[in-house]
């Protein structure tokens, strides 16, 4: 049973930076493209970035390119959101998501699988 546990969630002043982490279990993590997303209030759930199997190839959404980062280690099963310069307006709840190939149609949030539980980030202005 795959399970995806998200972290690093908090509270942060706008020019601050967080990172998050999510943690993978039960099925083969180097086989598989990641993402992360996140919903605000009364919004729907957003992209916020994916990366492919190997970690070669990355995309953003618009609003936050030049400002967060997702990485990956396959041999610690894990992916992370590096965020800098964060801004009100990126306060949400922040998942990770889990696809089932290598390469996904990362923005598209029904190609993906597994999702973890969502760690709540707050940026004060």
């Known amino acids: 049973q795959v399970q995806l546990v998200e972290s690093g969630g908090g509270l942060v002043q706008a020019g601050g930076s967080l990172r998050l982490s999510c943690a993978a279990s039960?099925?083969?993590?180097?086989?598989?493209?990641m993402g992360w997303f996140r919903q605000a209030p009364g919004k729907e759930r957003e992209f916020v970035g994916g990366?492919?199997?190997?970690?070669?190839?990355?995309y953003y959404t618009d609003s936050v390119k030049g400002r967060f980062t997702i990485s990956r280690d396959n041999a610690r099963k894990t992916v992370w959101l590096q965020m800098n310069s964060l801004k009100a307006e990126d306060t949400a709840v922040y998942y990770c998501?889990?696809?089932?190939?290598?390469?996904?149609?990362?923005?598209?949030?029904?190609?993906?699988?597994?999702w973890g539980q969502g760690t709540q980030v707050t940026v004060s202005s």
């Open positions: 998501a889990q696809g089932n190939s290598p390469s996904d149609n990362y923005r598209n949030p029904s190609t993906y699988v597994y």
């Open positions: 990366v492919s199997s190997n970690g070669l190839y990355r």
């Open positions: 039960g099925r083969t993590f180097s086989n598989y493209a």
